[in-house]
């Protein structure tokens, strides 16, 4: 995958790009979302999740760290994990949570915020979103995609 730019103005828009990009993804797919609090890493993956058809509301799971949404791809029922890594001080914290069962299951999409504090533990082939604020304009968001 060539690296892709885009520019969100709202968090419609972010929710819309997060909508398109996952009609990329397939059951065993890992996306690693990279930005500072507040840029919506939340609402795009809430625009994959809308991709899914996933009917419970999806929110970031700070606090639980892992949220698990049900979708459906290609009429079968998918997994989809949500995992909030904001709060993890250290990396046996990712043990505790079986984060590397999670993250190389093959019948499930997962979807990281911020990932770096894990990058080293994830697959090769995993999906790359970073989401910066543009210090030019107020409330517009620079985001990437591209392959980790």
Not at 108 to 119: D, F, H, N, R
């Amino acid at each position: 995958m060539e690296k892709e730019a885009f520019i969100s103005n709202s968090e419609d828009q972010t929710v819309e790009l997060g909508f398109r990009f996952a009609k990329k993804l397939k059951p065993g797919d890992t996306v690693a979302f990279f930005g500072t609090l507040g840029t919506g890493k939340t609402h795009f993956i809430k625009g994959i999740c809308d991709f899914f058809k996933v009917e419970e509301i999806v929110v970031s799971p700070t606090f639980n760290i892992m949220n698990q949404y049900v979708g459906v791809h290609e009429g079968k029922e998918l997994l989809i994990y949500h995992i909030d890594l904001y709060r993890i001080k250290k990396l046996d914290e990712l043990d505790e949570i079986g984060f590397k069962e999670c993250v190389y299951s093959n019948n499930s999409i997962k979807l990281i915020e911020w990932a770096e504090k894990a990058k080293d533990n994830l697959p090769e082939e995993s999906y790359l979103v970073q989401i910066d604020f543009n210090p030019d304009e107020e409330n517009e968001r620079l985001i990437s995609l591209s392959l980790l």
